[in-house]
């Protein structure tokens, strides 16, 4: 919801619901990349982050505005990313205005940099949960990924920083070849470590993202490691959210079928009354200079809240609205039983195809006749 930590699409849907009626176009998740600036130098970043400060970044009273504005449009969870949002000066004071309006306030910060100072005022401004994105089971691992020697131990310590002051936290983690062998060791970690759950992303080629796509997994392995998580649901006492990997959800109604359930909020939880690409559907992107977009790996300007309101852009947006009428997907995805399910990443299809309604290229599943 960063990737989580800072760089990837952060993830807290399982962190809550809103207060208001579930409906076809209700925001969910906003993702706010407070700052670019980070001191990480991730592999997969999608914001190419730096360690400097960048230039025309939104301000505190700015801040507060594009807040305000979002709670016209309802109460969505709020990420705070970057970047490393913890190298914004006024962030707490940001966190505090967002809660103290009514908005659930949630961070993705690369763990490196919790202290227990920084805990405590996390919890004092409000900060519901934070996420922390381990990327392997071992510093070697991590660290390699994350471009900082002793990302690792940082993370964890700063992880523990924060269970020993009751702030509750998931672990993100980003899946390529490099881990993906690590993949049931980092979940064991995550147990280990009393997060509350455990988010994995599938690579979305974008930003540093591209330099590194042969690490992508192919489809065989996407459609393998999406059912060994559908297997972890009755395994592990955390929640479990595949993010950037749509695909998910037809799977878990493959599984279901086959035996026997019916997916229901009372079986699946969450799962089951959310769809795999929430892109301009139920979560947008906001970047550190004010521009919105469907969702952070779909580079397409949808507006800037420095020029028109947030609730104009949500609402008018021709690329919001093209994405919310899923007969306008092509190819596969378009003629897909599980399109209002699945919808297949809008950001995968964009930068393979150069349209963000082109389907999935990252799908072994063959529509059927039917459809």
């Known amino acids: 919801m960063t990737h ?28 706010w990349e407070t700052t670019r600036r980070c001191n990480l130098s991730c592999k997969h970043c999608r914001a190419v982050a730096e360690d400097h400060p960048y230039e025309n970044e939104l ?16 109460t969505p969870i709020i990420i705070l990313t970057g970047g490393e949002p913890l ?10 205005y967002g809660n103290r309006i ?5 961070m993705a910060p690369n763990g ?21 994105s381990l990327d392997g089971a071992s510093p070697q691992t991590h660290d390699d990924f994350r471009g900082l020697d002793h990302a690792f131990d940082d993370a964890i310590r700063g992880i523990k920083f924060a269970k020993a002051a009751g702030l509750e936290f998931q672990i993100n983690t980003t899946i390529t070849k490099t881990n993906l062998k690590e993949i049931p060791a980092i979940l064991k970690l995550a147990e280990d470590l009393g997060a509350v759950a455990h988010h994995i992303f599938l690579l979305v080629p974008t930003g540093r993202g591209k330099y590194i796509v042969d690490s992508g997994i192919d489809a065989v392995e996407y459609e393998q490691t999406l059912n060994w998580f559908y297997d972890q649901r009755d395994k592990t006492p955390l929640q479990l959210k595949a993010t950037c990997a749509p695909h998910y959800y037809r799977i878990l109604r493959q599984r279901a ?15 089951a ?5 929430l892109a301009g559907t139920g979560f947008c992107f906001i970047s550190h200079v004010g521009r919105v977009q469907t969702c952070g790996f779909l580079d397409v300007t949808c507006g ?26 092509t190819g596969k995805c378009g003629a897909c039983e599980y399109k209002r399910v699945c919808g297949g990443c809008r950001a995968r299809a964009y930068e393979a195809t150069g349209s963000y309604l082109a389907e999935e290229p990252l799908c072994t599943y063959q529509p059927s006749k039917k459809a």
């Open 112 to 132: 490196t940099l919790l202290t227990p100072e920084i805990v405590e005022k996390l919890k004092q401004s409000g900060i519901q949960r934070i996420s922390v």
């Open 257 to 271: 079928h086959a035996e026997g359930k019916t997916v229901s909020f009372e079986s699946h939880g969450l799962d």
């Open 273 to 277: 009354v959310t769809r795999g690409c």
């Open 304 to 329: 800037n809240i420095r020029e028109a309101s947030f609730k104009d852009v949500w609402e008018n947006s021709r690329v919001f609205n093209e994405l919310r009428e899923f007969s306008n997907l």
């Open 87 to 96: 190298l914004r000066e006024d962030i707490f004071d940001i966190a505090a």
């Open 59 to 74: 301000t505190t009273r700015q801040a507060y505005t594009l807040l305000d504005q979002i709670r016209e449009v309802g």
């Open 4 to 31: 989580p930590g800072t760089h990837h699409q952060p993830s807290f849907v399982h962190g809550g619901k809103t207060d208001h009626p579930a409906g076809a176009h209700t925001l969910r998740l906003v993702a």
């Open 102 to 106: 009514g908005l659930r306030m949630v």
